[in-house]
């Protein structure tokens, strides 16, 4: 059993949207594992084996555990395979803790990586089924933040990532091919860090990360809220 998983449509989505969180977790001593549904290719200047290397050299740098499934790129969909494939590592790795990308976006692979994920987790809590693993349902499932559209929405809470802003940019840079060998992305760090700072300044604190929940949050002691 893990505390996070954390599941991207393409290398990079988790580190974009929530790098300085994972960073902290496994800073704390938490066990968190990344999957990408896909490999995020073809991109410009990008290949298979690069996007291998960028991603593996990433998690490294964020100490987070990493595994890529073999969906399709560009033409992922909601579909029986999809959630089967996610709904196995669920089984095998038996989060406690569930994050999926933000549910509306301009990027129509994101759009059903959420899709996906919610309903493998529910899938994977299946007895009578021909899939993999021992049924299990995280317990919570939070959405980060990392969309191609210009929108603002309020978030059910912000993750103080003052401490781990520096990982999270570090293990943007590894994506070399997405980022700096791409001149129409040249600005994509420097905004993923403004924004980072943003939203830590909303919270009183020098970076954050926002995160998004269906359901209801509770919190044990109030007094632990930044």
Known sequence: ???????GAHPDDVEIGMGGTVAGMVRRGLEVAIVDLTDGEPTPAGSSETRAKESAAAAAVLGARRRTLDLPNRSLFD???ERTALAEVIRELKPRLLFLPYPEDAHPDHVAAAAIGEAAR????????E????????????????VHLRLLKKPAFVVDISPDLAAKM????????Q????????EVLPTMEMMARSWGALIGTAAGEPFFCREEIGVARVEDLV
Do not use: Q
């Open 79 to 81: 579909g029986v395979a």
């Open 131 to 146: 899939m993999s693993g021992e049924p299990h349902y995280p317990e919570k499932v939070y959405h980060y933040y990392a």
């Open 170 to 177: 570090d293990a943007l840079r590894c994506y070399a091919s």
């Open 179 to 186: 980022f700096s060998a791409n001149p129409r992305n040249a």
């Open 122 to 129: 529910f899938w994977a809590k299946f007895v009578k089924t």
């Open 1 to 7: 059993m893990i505390d996070a998983l954390c599941v």
